[in-house]
């Protein structure tokens, strides 16, 4: 079974500042996917990242990068010129895909807070 | 284009009750997934549904069921409901297809249903 660990409960960081948040796996696959959703106090999970295992290079979305480490088994997300927006809880995922997918194997979460 | 939409968005029932929750996906997606969060945690798998067939289930007791319509909406239905039962249930859906080769891997949630058992 896979396992998804996110070892920041809470993180906090200045407005324009730049901050990363961790996550490791365990997984005995080889083919997979990574995320990273975001939730805001509205619960509407959003989809920040998506990394395929089987990439070597870094996803990038705007001010979001991957740091993807698959021998590490690690994958943290760095937020740059962080905006208050970006307030929320973050949740790093695997996924181990397949016609009509599989589910989502979520990590306990990160509380980010961005400060004025 | 309408999300994923859930309801009710708000639910209170008393212990031994039965629930049932409902999720209509994104036009054209034939996968739906329910998750529940407890307060304080990442989403726990529950079911996954795909052309209405169950390809998934989650370490959740008998108490919980599912289905998807042939319009690939779908219920999660909870008996006997327990006070730790109280959790937000999200919806997901996704396309659930190969497409030239390439998983399409989004799923696309909905705002969930909170669910408080008293």
């Known amino acids: 079974a896979q396992t998804v660990t996110q070892s920041q409960p809470e993180m906090s960081v200045q407005e324009a500042e730049t901050v990363t948040l961790s996550c490791t796996y365990d997984?005995?696959?080889?083919?997979?996917?990574l995320f990273w959703y975001k939730q805001p106090p509205s619960r509407q999970m959003i989809l920040v990242i998506r990394q395929e295992a089987y990439k070597q290079q870094n996803a990038t979305e705007n001010r979001f990068s991957v740091n993807f480490q698959k021998a590490a088994k690690s994958f943290s997300l760095k937020i740059s010129d962080s905006q208050l927006g970006d307030t929320a809880m973050y949740f790093c995922a695997f996924m181990k895909p397949r016609s009509g997918n599989t589910p989502l194997v979520f990590g306990k979460g990160t509380r980010l807070s961005v400060i004025a | 284009d309408a999300g994923v939409t859930q309801s009710p968005t708000h639910l209170i029932k008393t212990r031994g009750q039965h629930v049932t929750l409902r999720c209509s996906p994104i036009s054209g997606h034939k996968s739906v997934s329910w998750y529940q969060q407890v307060l304080g945690q990442g989403p726990q798998f529950i079911f996954q549904y795909y052309e209405k067939e169950e390809r998934g289930r989650g370490n959740f007791p008998d108490r919980f069921s599912a289905r998807q319509f042939p319009n690939y909406s779908s219920e999660l239905n909870v008996n006997a409901l327990l006070l730790g039962d109280s959790a937000l249930y999200l919806c997901a859906s996704s396309f659930g297809v190969m497409v030239l080769g390439y998983m399409n891997t989004e799923a696309f949630f909905g705002q969930g249903t909170r669910l408080t058992v008293v």
């Open positions: 997984t005995s696959e080889n083919n997979y996917y």
